[in-house]
């Protein structure tokens, strides 16, 4: 499986983005899909994730404001944040747990300007 992530960019404080994560391969590769970052200094940390039978789970700062779902059909992830904060900037990866194994995509920077 491979994972192509996208949608990152420079947004205002309180404004949205949404994140896309395209997956190769079968449509069950996006039966799990978690979204993590990495703020600048800090550790790669979970954000959302979404398990076969569609429950949805997030952390505590962004629950509320972010939306985790997913696309059978385009085998492709999603990750729409709103009212976004200063503090959300960082890297975001995607993953996908298939078959036993994680697999990672390459990361897309979101930057949240004050």
């Keep these: 499986v491979q994972l192509q992530a996208?949608?990152?960019g420079l947004v205002q404080a309180g404004g949205s983005l949404e994140l896309s994560c395209a997956a190769s391969g079968s449509t069950s590769s996006v039966n799990y899909?978690?979204?993590?970052?990495?703020?600048p200094g800090q550790e790669r940390e979970w954000v959302a994730r979404i398990v076969?039978?569609?429950?949805?789970?997030?952390?505590?700062?962004?629950?509320?404001?972010?939306t985790i779902s997913r696309n059978y059909a385009q085998r492709t992830g999603y990750l729409e944040m709103s009212s976004l904060r200063p503090e959300d900037t960082a890297v975001?990866?995607?993953?996908a747990f298939y078959r036993g194994s994680e697999y990672w995509g390459q990361g897309t920077q979101v930057t949240v300007s004050s």
């Design 33 to 39: 899909i978690a979204w993590h970052r990495q703020r």
């Design 92 to 95: 975001y990866y995607c993953k």
């Design 52 to 66: 076969p039978g569609g429950t949805t789970q997030y952390a505590d700062s962004v629950k509320g404001r972010f």
């Design 6 to 8: 996208s949608g990152g």
